[in-house]
């Protein structure tokens, strides 16, 4: 059983930064994805970034330019870097792990861009 835990949340002004952690516990080896997703209130999740665990990485596109998702295989974590946030950033920001079919959400953390 996979469990992740994100950090790095809260409340930034336009134009600002955040970066966002997740600590993956309980996965094993071998090829899996993680991503980070959000959900903006009244709106449905939606995929913002992934990564392989080769290090391909994939955005959508009103994020590329401005976000970058990266992970520490060795550590288990996966960070997404924020920058020049828009207030259409606010929302709920969700890890997200999968391997061999298998998917495990974490719990999330709010992201809120409003001056």
């Known amino acids: 059983q996979v469990q992740l835990m994100e950090s790095g949340g809260g409340l930034v002004q336009p134009g600002g930064s955040l970066r966002l952690s997740c600590a993956a516990s309980g996965s094993s080896s071998g090829p899996n994805a993680m991503a980070w997703y959000r959900q903006a209130p009244g709106k449905q999740r939606e995929s913002v970034a992934w990564i392989s665990s080769g290090g391909v990485t994939t955005y959508r596109d009103s994020v590329k330019g401005r976000f970058t998702i990266s992970r520490d295989n060795a550590k288990n974590m996966v960070y997404l870097q924020m920058n020049n946030l828009k207030p259409e950033d606010t929302a709920v920001y969700y890890c997200?792990?999968?391997?061999?079919?298998?998917?495990?959400w974490g719990q999330g953390t709010q992201v809120t861009v409003s001056s």
């Open positions: 997200y792990y999968s391997r061999q079919g298998q998917i495990y």
